[in-house]
Each structure stands twice: as C-alpha cells, then as structure tokens.
C-alpha cells in the first residue's frame, strides 16, 4: 500500500514539471472586468432584464429611437387586381420610315398587293394603331384598324404591365421605386463596400434614411443598405390637401420624382410612377381640375416647325383631361416609367390609369408640382401640350 502512494504522488510532481506543459495559474479576480450581464438581450427585452444590451437589441433600440421598428415591417399596400391591366384593344407601331405616310387599304389582299389605297397615316416620329384582327404573310404583319375596318402593315406589340401600389392606410415610412438596376451598399458613399444584394427596375423599396456622400444624396433602403438617390423614384407623402383643394380628393404629381400619388379623405390610396413632359415640353405645374375624361381618345399633334416630330397614337385608353391639351392617360407604346417622356401629359401604365380612370371624377384636383423647382412655372412659357 506505501508503495503505492509513493508511485501515485511522483506521477503527479511529473505531470507539473515535464517539459511542454503548462500548470494553470490561479485567476486574480481583482483584476478580471466585471461580470455584466447573464446573457446577450433578445430583442424586445424589458429594460430591467440582467443581459448585455448587444446584436439585434441593440438595432432595434437604435431603430426604435429613429421612430422605426424592427424587424422591418412592410408597406400597409396591396397591388391592384391584375384585370386592370386588360386593354380595350391590341396595338401595333407603324414601323416603316417615319419621314414617309403609310397606306391602309381596304382589304388584306390589297394590302399585301400594295394596291387600291383607300386611305393614309401621315408621316411622323411615333405612330400607334389599334387593331381587332391580324394576319401574317410573306413575313409581314397586317392588323384591321377597328372602325373604318382597313388594313395596315403594322408590328404588334405587347403592353408593359407595370402597376403601382393601392394602400389601406398611409404608410408610416415613404416608399419609391428603383429607376435602375443597382447594387446597395453598406454606407452612403461610393467607397463603402456593396452589400452583395442586387436590386432591379422597379423594385419597391421603404426609405429610413437620407446623406450624402461623394457629392451625391443617397438613401437608406434597409439596415446598413443605401442607394444612390438618383435611382429612387421617390413618393413624397403629404396627406394634407394642397390650397385651393376644396373636397379632400386630390391627385399629386410629382415631375422631380417622377411619381404620382392618389389621397382621399387625407389617406393614400394609390401610388405609382408615370412620365411627364420632357424638356421643353414640360407638364405645367399648378393646381387644376379634371374637366373631361374619355374611354379611348385620338391624339394627334407636332411641335416642330418641320412637323418631324408628329405622333397619332389610336384609342387612347383612360385619358382625363385636366389642363388644355394635357391629360392623364394610359401610355401603351412606353416600355418604362419613371422618366420625363411626353409632350406635356401624365403617361401612365394602362393599369395604373384604368385604376386612376374609375377613381376620379370629373372636378376632382390635380395638383402639380417639383419639389427641386428646376419645373418653369410661368404660365407664358407653356403652350397647349399634347401626349
């Protein structure tokens, strides 16, 4: 039995002085930083919990501070029943040389032929026709015109079928959508590294935040996420009506933006982008009046001395007039929005306007605007206006 205790106590002064091994020291709890906590907070812990106010606790109290919550909630917002999209026609673009008419014809057969010409379409820079049937031959693309039943050479063409957003409250945050494709990035400058998340054309994004960085404002679109403020096509929310609003329905258009926002009863109800007129054709800002609106409407018109410039675009669907010649309508030959396109009226998607048309009556408000007033608002500047 001696023997071994004596083996058990010299294994043990071996393992304390063989070379390669380390005994542990004692800790000085004199020196040691305090024990702070008995563990990370979870978010929404009360603050008298014993936990280390740290990660996503502390992201939300420093997001609870700016009047936002977290998790991030979403848009109070629904899209609009996708029948608003359904057009009352198809419509074709007069592709053939623009410095030339095009003949119609009062039949197919003699419009392959390219004989006995009943009729024309003058020349011009944009032509758009509607048609109720089509044929295709040798190659080419023939539509009937809907009224006088003749038969043009045309190329069908689909309809974008962007839609903004209908709401059931205001939103707490402003919102926009993305104008571009575009990376965001950690922080607003162009040195901060991108977060990897890819956005693309119009993409709806809420805004937390505004700075400015390289010379450039930039917006926060998310924790840590910010973007160039150029690509956001940004709605300005304001539920009070402008003066001179008289029936708390008013309709906003933003031409800086390129947004237009619905509000009722000092609610938003509807938001979207459009395309306003560009330079020097710009839609006049003011406060107007819808005066007339029409199922389908012809525009016709041109500007230049020359006439280089004239468009007719067939059965417009959805057009209210509210200032001269410029109304809000429907813009079956746009691909995008969010830019100044027109010459003077509001172009629309034709879902966002077929909602705008069973909205609005005849008297409501249009109140236009630019937040940036870089818009020429004296009225001597404008003429009539025109798509």
């Excluded at 007039?321 to 629309?348: E, I, K």
Aim: aromatic fraction near 12%; hydrophobic fraction near 35%; proline fraction near 7%.
């Amino acid at each position: 039995m001696r023997l071994f205790r004596i083996i058990i106590f010299t294994s043990i002064i071996s393992t304390l002085v063989l070379p390669g091994r380390q005994a542990v020291a004692k800790p000085n709890l004199e020196t040691q930083e305090p024990f702070r906590g008995s563990s990370i907070c979870t978010p929404g812990s009360d603050p008298i919990d014993d936990c280390v106010l740290n990660g996503p606790a502390k992201v939300q109290l420093d997001w609870q501070e700016k009047g936002l919550s977290y998790p991030l909630l979403g848009l109070p917002a629904y899209t609009p029943d996708p029948s608003y999209n359904e057009l009352p026609y198809r419509y074709a673009a007069i592709l053939a040389d623009p410095k030339r008419e095009v003949r119609l014809f009062p039949s197919l057969d003699d419009a392959v032929a390219a004989e006995n010409q009943s009729g024309s379409i003058p020349a011009g820079a944009l032509r758009w026709v509607a048609f109720t049937a089509q044929a295709d031959v040798n190659g080419g693309h023939y539509v009937q015109l809907p009224d006088s039943f003749e038969w043009v050479r045309a190329s069908p063409a689909e309809v974008v079928n962007f839609q903004g957003l209908a709401f059931y409250r205001t939103p707490d945050l402003e919102f926009g959508w993305l104008g571009d494709h575009t990376n965001s990035r950690t922080a607003p400058s162009l040195e901060s590294p991108s977060t990897g998340t890819r956005y693309y054309r119009n993409s709806v994004v809420q805004i937390f935040g505004t700075d400015r960085g390289n010379e450039e404002d930039w917006i926060q679109i998310g924790i840590n996420e910010w973007v160039e403020s150029r690509f956001i096509k940004r709605v300005r929310i304001n539920t009070n009506p402008p003066e001179g609003v008289t029936n708390n329905r008013w309709i906003e258009v933003n031409l800086y933006d390129q947004t237009l926002a619905v509000y009722d009863n000092r609610q938003l109800v509807y938001a979207t982008m459009i395309a306003s007129g560009l330079d020097p054709f710009f839609t006049k800002p003011g406060l107007f009046q819808i005066q007339k609106k029409l199922d389908t409407e012809k525009m016709t018109g041109a500007f230049e001395s020359d006439r280089s410039d004239y468009y007719q675009l067939e059965k417009v669907p959805w057009t209210m007039y509210f200032d001269g010649a410029r109304a809000l309508h429907a813009a079956y030959w746009r691909t995008m929005f969010g830019f100044p396109q027109s010459h003077g009226c509001v172009n629309l998607a034709p879902g966002d306007a077929h909602f705008l048309y069973d909205w609005a009556n005849v008297g409501d408000w249009v109140y236009v605007w630019d937040p940036s007033g870089l818009t020429p608002t004296d009225p001597a500047k404008y003429g009539e206006g025109g798509a």
